[in-house]
């Protein structure tokens, strides 16, 4: 079973960085496509951002190309998503989500991914 564990949000000022990451436990990292997903109370769940399974293909939302990076380390089955000069529209949780069968793949539709984290929840001051 695939258990995926979000952690480094919290409180920040516009401007600011952090650095959220997702820990996989239960089965092996690779072949897993790995995305980040962010949700605001009351809208649905946006994409934010993807890695391709061998990390060689990433893709981004709009809203955060060139100030959001997605990489992963296979070897610590761990996915990151650097947040550079964020704005108080990024406050939302974020949520990390896997899938097996997207291979090189990146979707930026929530239905194809399997696996889930709990989310973590990312605040930026104005």
């Known amino acids: 079973q695939v258990q995926l564990v979000e952690s480094g949000g919290g409180l920040v000022q516009a401007g600011a960085s952090l650095r959220l990451s997702c820990v996989l436990s239960?089965?092996?990292?690779?072949?897993?496509?790995m995305a980040w997903f962010r949700q605001v109370p009351g809208k649905e769940r946006l994409f934010v951002a993807g890695?391709?399974?061998?990390?060689?293909?990433?893709f981004y939302a709009d809203a955060v190309e060139g100030r959001f990076t997605i990489s992963r380390d296979n070897a610590k089955k761990t996915v990151y998503l650097q947040m550079d000069s964020l704005k108080p529209e990024d406050s939302a949780v974020y949520y990390c989500?896997?899938?097996?069968?997207?291979?090189?793949?990146?979707?930026?539709?929530?239905?194809?991914?399997?696996?889930w984290g709990q989310g973590t929840q990312v605040t930026v001051s104005s």
């Open positions: 890695v391709s399974w061998s990390g060689g293909s990433t």
């Open positions: 989500a896997a899938d097996y069968r997207l291979n090189q793949s990146i979707s930026r539709s929530e239905p194809d991914y399997a696996y």
């Open positions: 239960g089965r092996t990292f690779s072949n897993l496509a």
